[in-house]
């Protein structure tokens, strides 16, 4: 952050800061909770949504990879000026998000990127991780109920089969 003359200048430069965190997550989260969108569709627009949360929105880009698959903002450029996030699929690393600087910027005692615009990056990275988490379990529970109800129309007169499923779905 930059030195202000006053301390009223310094705390609403950080509480601005700060709302741009937030609005950016609360963005974020609104892509991620929409399960209209596909998981390229919706990668593609979180990347483009974070640089907003960042000081210098207008110079930072980013990056979401998932599974090998790149998903950057505008004008994404690889910078030494980068901070990258691991998105976590139950404990294995699946991708990354990052952001760079396409341009110098003044370092202040934390680096390039205040320690809050990490924690944003951290928290974003965790947020995709268990948004693709959840739509890989729905695929699956669906996948396993289409095949449940196949199961019964070809085998009607397996009372067992059908004893053993009633049984998994109300212990599940």
């Known amino acids: 952050m ?14 601005q800061e700060r709302a741009k965190e937030i609005n950016c997550l609360y963005r974020i989260n609104d892509i991620l909770n929409d399960e209209d969108l596909g998981l390229t569709e919706m990668l593609a627009k979180v990347a483009s949504t974070i640089p907003e949360g960042f000081r210098y929105p207008d110079i930072c880009r980013s990056r979401v990879v998932h599974n090998d698959q790149s ?10 000026i980068s901070d ?5 699929v139950e404990d294995e690393v699946v991708g990354f998000v990052e952001a760079v600087y396409t341009s110098k910027v003044k370092p202040v005692e934390e680096g390039y990127f205040l320690s809050k615009e990490s924690k944003l990056l951290r928290t974003i990275a965790d ?3 268990q948004t693709v988490l959840y739509r890989q379990m729905k695929q699956t529970a669906s996948e396993w109920h289409d095949g449940l109800r196949g199961t019964e129309k070809t085998k ?6 059908k004893v053993i499923t009633e049984l998994l779905l109300k212990t599940d």
């Open 2 to 15: 930059e030195t202000k003359d006053t301390p009223n200048e310094y705390l609403l430069d950080v509480l």
């Open 84 to 88: 990258i996030a691991h998105i976590k």
């Open 156 to 161: 009607p007169g397996n009372p067992e089969w």
């Open 127 to 129: 947020r995709i991780g």
């Open 71 to 80: 998903y950057e903002s505008a004008g994404f450029v690889k910078s030494d």
